[in-house]
């Protein structure tokens, strides 16, 4: 997430010191690991790869050392994969006398594209400040330029300001120092027997671990916060691969502790120098608090968790059912939107609809479970479940509509299914009529609706169709040469940035990171 | 000193351990001194002033933490005065909670004309690594710009590259750790009556000061280091002053130490982050090591140094002679040039001549002084003094000349003058007449020639003429808005920088100190 924002600096919250002590006592342990660069490379244009830019092997990395750098020169270090870490590098001088500093600039780069671009150029509405990109001056030389900043990277490109005329400078010892909270080690492998998807998996284990940090980050590059949208997609995939159970338990907890006087669960919070939350709310945002609940309770008897979290969960179930009518039908909030999609060019109505009712049947299991009384909220979703399948459900073009206009979009058709309003035969024919007369996919540049939209097929039974789907949207990320999978990535308009600029997008991001659940749940 | 540079890195040097332990053991105390801004300023058009570059001021200092910045908004601290030293802020967030970093720009400059440049433009020769600026990130607010590098400074603009949409930054508790080796509190009060030279007396004093650091350096800004010929004129400025002859003696060990291995000493050594000579040699730099003993043995009886050093001087004066043929007449050689002064736009054959003489008198002195024989020296003098009678005095224009063209140029005449090659009637009718026909100066930019020509004409006994060369020189720097003498300045072309641009500049520089050696020798 970072692609909306809100401004509610007159909200106050709430602060449940209970809560707050523990998530940290679930603090994870940072592991860290010393990683070499595997080459030294330079920039090629290559029509197969984001943004026409490939990357040429141009020197071995122990001859590094052997490389005389003046004014404007510059060498590229690449890692070999994608890290999230702190780079460190020695730095030596020679030829006459060090009669000057020494001027260093030190960009790095998830992908390659990245590094053709100048910082200068872009005045895009999202922080400059999130350009990874140092100065550094060297008084003396030699020196070490030890561990820097976090950065995401798979590259490093030491480009020199200026030395002086009488001397040079050379780069040694170049190394990153990876971090994460999940295992470095872990090696999840799957009998796929397709390499394609086997490389989907592993990326998408990538991308998970290197989000996994003091919690569960949406994107080490860039916000390097805990989303609850991207939240749930990454318990997911958590629990299909590292099942770092103690690390949801902790976002779940840092969420509930940290609420609008009204109740409402921000869309995210921040966690360093301190906690604090979001002045951003989204619906569906706070409703998915229910959800990641539930699916942590699928995958983790925790009778504290439910005790705790039950009422925060009813809260946000109380305040949601306010914008549902007498007919059970779901209306947008425009001071609290529903998300569903970066995308504002379709109607999100019935998918807000098809959110309450998906979220409302998980709400009222985890009433069962606690031996709270459901019933209220057993007679309100029978009458969206009606109102949906009566209202929203056009006959004639078997699809269902959305808003005034009777909008028929992908995303409602994806998102009634997930939220079981039909049976598998309606659901399947659904499926294919979609795929068959919607498809391709326009428009949409976000992992999070891809992921629903490929779930919603595998729910339908259109195996095939899920595995093609997958491969043509996961798979094409990597064909292009993602390490870890992308903020955002549209298959028809493949080097989008919703930001107009590499520089500033994601290509390390959470809500990617999914295949590793879908292929572990509905393809073993 | 700057403008020059040699390679010359294939010279071996000595090492005089003793003599570099001398030194190490008169390094001197560093003095610091906690300095506030005095205002918020904004640059204005000023004719008046460098490169058309006013200040304004715009805002109480005490309000600056009521200034709320985002992307692209500056904020500019006037000290009030030239410091070196490390600047530090308090940086604090408003508005939403911070979810990106902040970057800032910081420049720091000794004249506003420097605030007027960007960066980017600069592309001459010196290291682009002396712009004084700095880029930093701050990932938590609050947070602190603890001391930054050491800097030369009056101004600090503070630029916002970006905050976010969501939050702004603000400053507070701007400051300055002030340093110098000499003592800040030292105030040099003169009853000169006339406060256009007192003016000049003390920016002469606070330029010695700000440069008088672990050595004598040559300028705070740039370069940074002990050069000879500056050393031999702060020396004198400084016996004027603050007095601190133990600075000049570790300066003339460091020299000592660290000779070629033919015995030349360099132009100039650096001291951190050890102690290593450069590879630069100047033939009247080498020689002015004679010259700076000299003075320093005027001015402090030590019978230690003159022990230690009379050989190595010794050693400078025998290489320099073999630039002397049988008729007493020096020779430039191309690979040991004789500096003068920057320009290189007139001949100066006769001025090295001269510098010979001036030194060949001083070394003698010191033979005479140590009970050593000196008729050899004292025999080539001789030869020397009729051969410039004889041969390079024109008796029909009444000038000396210089080189094959026999041209005729202020700095023969003035050199010749200190040299004490002619009485006083024919210094004061040689300087009347260099008055008369070769003023105003022209094509010469640096304090260090305009001094040697003031300190001729007093020698000659036109006092009026050199206090108004004083007051056209100095003063008009001053009237320009200088707070220290700079490195560089042409009365005919005030906006003249060497670089091509103020950013490299030098605005504090040893060179341009001599006023306030000049005063009191010749105005008290």
Chains 1, 2 share one sequence.
């Not at 969206?384 to 699809?399: A, N, R």
């Amino acid at each position: 997430m970072a692609f909306t924002f809100q401004i509610n600096d007159d909200i106050k919250f709430t602060r449940n010191e209970v809560f707050l002590k523990k998530a940290e006592a679930l603090k994870p342990t940072i592991n860290t690991m010393r990683v070499k660069p595997i080459s030294i490379i330079e920039l090629t244009n290559d029509n197969g790869k984001l943004n026409g830019i490939g990357t040429r092997v141009v020197g071995e990395i122990n001859d590094l050392n052997q490389i005389f750098l003046k004014r404007d020169d510059k060498v590229i270090l690449d890692f070999g994969d994608h890290y999230v870490g702190r780079f460190s590098i020695k730095l030596s001088h020679h030829g006459s006398p060090q009669d000057s500093p020494l001027t260093l600039r030190v960009k790095y780069a998830e992908v390659a594209a990245e590094l053709a671009q100048e910082s200068s150029e872009y005045d895009g509405w999202l922080s400059k400040s999130w350009i990874q990109e140092e100065f550094y001056h060297y008084d003396e030389l030699p020196a070490v330029l030890t561990k820097s900043r976090r950065y995401a990277f798979r590259y490093v490109e030491l480009k020199v300001i200026d030395t002086s005329p009488k001397w040079s400078v050379s780069f040694s010892e170049p190394e990153l120092e990876a971090q994460t909270s999940a295992d470095f080690n872990e090696k999840v492998e799957l009998p796929l027997g397709d390499q394609q998807l086997q490389s989907i998996f592993d990326v998408s284990v990538k991308t998970l671990r290197d989000c996994m940090q003091d919690v569960f980050e949406d994107g080490p590059k860039r916000d390097r916060r805990l989303w609850l949208g991207d939240l749930r997609l990454q318990a997911l995939a958590n629990y299909a691969t590292f099942n770092n159970t103690e690390l949801v338990k902790r976002c779940l907890y840092l969420f509930a502790a940290m609420t609008a006087e009204d109740g409402r669960i921000v869309a995210n919070v921040f966690t360093s120098p301190q906690n604090i939350p979001d002045d951003t709310f989204l619906f569906d945002y706070s409703l998915f608090f229910i959800s990641t609940l539930s699916d942590y309770l699928v995958n983790s008897e925790d009778e504290e968790v439910l005790g705790d979290l039950l009422p925060v969960a009813k809260v946000q179930m109380d305040i949601a059912l306010k914008s549902v009518n007498e007919l059970g039908k779901f209306s947008d909030q425009e001071d609290y939107p529903v998300f569903v999609d970066w995308s504002n060019d379709f109607n999100k109505e019935t998918s807000g609809q098809a959110i309450m009712i998906y979220v409302l049947k998980q709400f009222i299991r985890l009433l069962e479970k606690s031996g709270e009384n459901s019933e209220n909220y057993q007679r309100i979703l029978n009458k969206m479940l009606v109102y949906t399948k009566e209202k929203l459900f056009d006959q004639e073009q078997g699809f269902f509509v959305s808003g005034q206009d009777r909008e028929i979009n992908i995303s409602s058709q994806v998102w009634l299914v997930l939220a079981g309003v039909l049976n598998v035969n309606e659901n399947a024919k659904l499926m294919k009529k979609m795929v068959a007369e919607l498809f391709p996919v326009r428009g949409i540049a976000t992992p999070y609706m891809y992921h629903h939209i490929a779930e919603a097929l595998f729910i339908s039974g259109l195996r095939d169709e899920a595995v093609d789907f997958m491969k043509q949207y996961w798979g094409q990320m990597i064909t292009l040469g993602a390490d870890t999978y992308w903020e955002a990535f549209e298959p028809e308009n493949v080097n989008y940035s919703p930001y107009g600029s590499p520089i500033v997008s994601s290509y390390c991001h959470a809500w990617g990171c999914t295949p590793a659940y879908l292929i572990k749940k509905y393809l073993l």
